[in-house]
């Protein structure tokens, strides 16, 4: 038989004609109550937005997913494929492998992201950072604001329609550190470490020009007015050899164009953060920048 777009419910389908209930039984299993994936594909194989469709469909279409479910339809990186689905409904048994939460949504709190009822940015920010730890909450806003348009102003205005909830006083210290020009977990986690360690905040994705005005490079994060610049070298640096060479090129230019570029790594900043900062302030004290630190 012709295999059509899943998943989906089983009982629509069977009432649409698209298949009979035989073949329902013959080809397909259940993911989640009433909503069936081709046989021979486990739950566990879905992508997260397939689950999170999955559990939309579970709930006859009338939830709204939520949390890490929206912010992943939102378009926000870094979560993990086998990322719980969440949704905002009133069926408070979902079945295993569901998150359901019994959520008050106001007016404008919502879109339609490919069909599907997801909580808006600011209302998805609103839900993380209530409920993450902070670095945690950090990473996922930064990467939620770097994804779409939402500003930290729309976020208040959620928290002052939500006044009183808790977790609000968790969001309103997440959103001190949260910038949208991050581009990695690792790149917010760099800038959390030089805030919380006073020094002034860095500006994200510097453009760094020449003489000409051309644009030379681009830093994770910095301070132009030192010429003082941060940059996280994750994997794709070392694995993309395309990457790596512009990475050498660029580099060599930036002394010449009198910036110090300190670079980092994810076992610096685990094993030996005190060195990665101590580079950073003597970096920032040479080029006249009063000691915060």
């Known amino acids: 038989m012709d295999e059509f777009e899943w998943p989906f419910r089983g009982a629509e389908a069977v009432d649409a004609g698209f298949l009979t209930g035989h073949q329902l039984r013959r080809f397909y299993v259940p993911a989640y109550p009433g909503v069936y994936i081709p046989r021979g594909i486990e739950l566990s194989d879905l992508t997260m937005a397939q689950r999170s469709r999955a559990a939309w469909l579970w709930s006859r ?42 959520g008050v949504l106001l007016p404008g709190e919502m879109n339609r992201v490919n069909g599907m009822l997801t909580t808006n940015a600011a209302r998805t920010a609103y839900d993380l950072g209530c409920r993450l730890e902070l670095v945690d909450g950090v990473q996922r806003l930064d990467a939620l604001f770097n994804a779409t348009d939402v500003k930290i102003v729309d976020v208040e205005a959620v928290m002052a329609a939500h006044s009183g909830t808790r977790g609000l006083v968790r969001l309103r210290e997440t959103l001190g550190f949260v910038d949208g020009g991050a581009e990695s977990p690792y790149e917010s986690l760099t800038r959390m470490m030089l805030l919380e360690n006073g020094f002034p905040a860095p500006q994200t994705q510097v453009r760094v020009f020449d003489a000409r005005g051309n644009v030379i490079a681009r830093l994770d994060m910095g301070w132009p007015e030192y010429r003082v610049g941060v940059d996280f070298d994750g994997a794709h640096h070392w694995t993309d050899a395309s990457q790596r060479a512009k990475d050498i090129d660029r580099y060599a230019l930036l002394p010449d164009l009198g910036w110090i570029d300190i670079r980092v790594n994810s076992g610096i900043l685990h094993r030996r953060p005190h060195e990665f900062l101590d580079r950073v302030g003597r970096a920032l004290e040479s080029r006249g920048c009063p000691r915060t630190w």
């Open 61 to 102: 279409r009338r939830g709204v997913l939520a949390g890490l479910s929206a912010a992943e339809a939102l378009g926000a990186k870094w979560i993990d494929e086998d990322t719980t689905p969440q949704l905002i409904h009133g069926n408070r048994r979902p079945p295993e492998g569901v998150l359901v939460d019994s």
